[in-house]
């Protein structure tokens, strides 16, 4: 295997990433006791019997992510592979430390409950993550435009935006709107990823 054919290798990762987290994680939505998809967060569904499947979602994902990070890397070198990393970084962390119980899901869960330190682990790791995955769409966003690559360039600015935009309604507490627009933009941010490793692929091909 030659050197270009490993990154290409790489790259694929983060093609398959994104769609392997949102399939796993929307069927899981769809089909487990007491989980409202307009109000609940994806992270809770690492509760109850079956939480480990989002669990092992999380980690598997975030293998795969820094698995493109090291393509991208290898690929154009820079920021925006370490960006990239800490946020595979921050969803192997997410699935090690599980979110709390909340919001009624598991069925039979209060709506308010304590916070553990593991969920606060959750929270905090993610954050960071979710700052660096932003991080990343804005500088390659800046890379693509100064290559005269206008289309990427905005859809990378656009996806930075809109998932802080996202971020922040979700981080203030709002339920709702706030989280279906942050389901939207997780999608969003894996079209992304999965766009630019399409694009330094062909580069390569």
């Given at each position: 295997m030659t050197p270009d054919q490993a990154?290409?290798?790489f790259l694929g990762y983060g093609v398959l990433?994104?769609?392997?987290y949102v399939i796993v994680s929307l069927a899981q939505a769809l089909t487990r006791d007491g989980f409202r998809l307009g109000e609940?967060?994806?992270s809770l569904l690492q509760n109850g019997t079956l939480g480990w499947i989002q669990i092992t979602n999380f980690v598997l994902t975030g293998l795969m992510t820094a698995a493109a990070a090291f393509g991208l890397r290898?690929?154009?070198?820079?920021w925006a592979p370490r960006l990239l990393l800490g946020y595979a970084l921050s969803l192997i962390a997410a699935g090690i430390f599980t979110a709390d119980p909340a919001q009624g899901f598991p069925a039979g869960t209060p709506e308010t409950t304590t916070v553990s330190w593991h969920g606060v682990l959750h929270f905090v790791t993610g954050g960071i993550g979710f700052l660096?995955?932003?991080a990343a769409c804005l500088v390659l966003g800046s890379r693509f435009a100064r290559e005269g690559r206008t289309g990427l360039a905005w859809f990378s600015r656009v996806t930075g935006v809109v998932f802080l935009a996202a971020f922040a309604g979700i981080a203030s507490g709002s339920h709702g709107p706030a989280t279906l627009a942050f389901v939207a933009a997780v999608v969003l941010s894996w079209i992304w990823l999965a766009t630019v490793s399409v694009h330094y692929y062909r580069v390569l091909a």
């Open positions: 990154t290409r290798s990433a994104g769609a392997f609940h967060a994806w290898r690929a154009v070198g820079g660096c995955l932003i």
